[in-house]
């Protein structure tokens, strides 16, 4: 287990800041009679864009974007300050997922940690998460057996330390709600991110693309969630073109 590589922080990336294009629109909120006000994300490079309520602010750079796996990350200025995480993240290669929504084996911020040699052998056993098994995921703390002989080589203190990064953030998890539709999936769950630790809430949408992207996501913790607010998340990611 070695050294993080650097991480730019969160103020000095949202000072960078990234255009946008708003485009007025209306359409029904799930569950509601009340329109919802929308904008229109365009991509810098002309790669991408989706729509997104007004009301979660305006756009900015997200973490860690465009590095490593993630192609594009974006922040919003008032969604993403409501909880942990909240970002839009385009990436490519293994969908992974943020804030150790399936845990830290699956979160690409937390494998940061890792050398590139254990990070292989881990993909090598690691199920790859696709739109049939994310609900699965999901719900299990444990996503990889370090006992298993693929591991036999590993120092059993390497060993311990990749069964507790899987782990991470997620511990005791229990899915509330996992719905797919199409390629997409929206969830809402609780888990402790340790052991004996307050529970939070973890919540969001996954689309998963053709290469040379592999997903969309828009995950958050904490904060204030109801069934508008989970049908916002899941237009957003549905919206992605």
Not at 60 to 71: L, S
Not at 152 to 164: D, G, L
Not at 206 to 218: K, T
Not at 235 to 241: I, L
Request: net charge neutral.
């Amino acid at each position: 287990m070695l050294a993080r590589r650097h991480r730019p922080s969160l103020q000095a990336i949202g000072a960078l800041g990234l255009g946008f294009v708003l485009v007025c629109a209306h359409e029904r909120m799930a569950g509601s009679g009340q329109p919802t006000e929308l904008a229109d994300y365009r991509d810098p490079a002309g790669r991408f864009g989706f729509s997104y309520p007004v009301a979660f602010g305006t756009t900015a750079r997200g973490t860690n974007d465009g590095f490593g796996d993630r192609v594009a990350a974006i922040r919003f200025s008032i969604f993403s300050r409501g909880g942990i995480g909240g970002e839009a993240a385009l990436t490519k290669d293994a969908p992974m997922l943020d804030i150790q929504a399936a845990g830290g084996l699956y979160d690409a911020i937390a494998r940061e940690a890792l050398t590139a040699s254990l990070l292989a052998l881990i993909d090598r056993a690691l199920p790859r998460l696709t739109v049939h098994n994310l609900c699965e995921q999901l719900g299990r703390e444990r996503h990889l057996d370090v006992a298993a002989a693929a591991f036999a080589a590993v120092p059993a203190a390497q060993r311990n330390a990749i069964a507790e990064l899987d782990r991470l953030g997620n511990v005791a998890p229990g899915v509330t709600e996992c719905t797919v539709a199409g390629n997409t999936v929206a969830f809402l769950k609780e888990a402790a991110t340790v052991d004996g630790g307050p529970r939070r809430r973890v919540y969001g949408a996954v689309r998963f693309l053709p290469e040379p992207y592999s997903a969309f996501q828009l995950i958050r913790a904490g904060g204030t969630v109801d069934q508008a607010l989970l049908a916002d998340i899941r237009r957003v990611v549905d919206s992605w073109h």
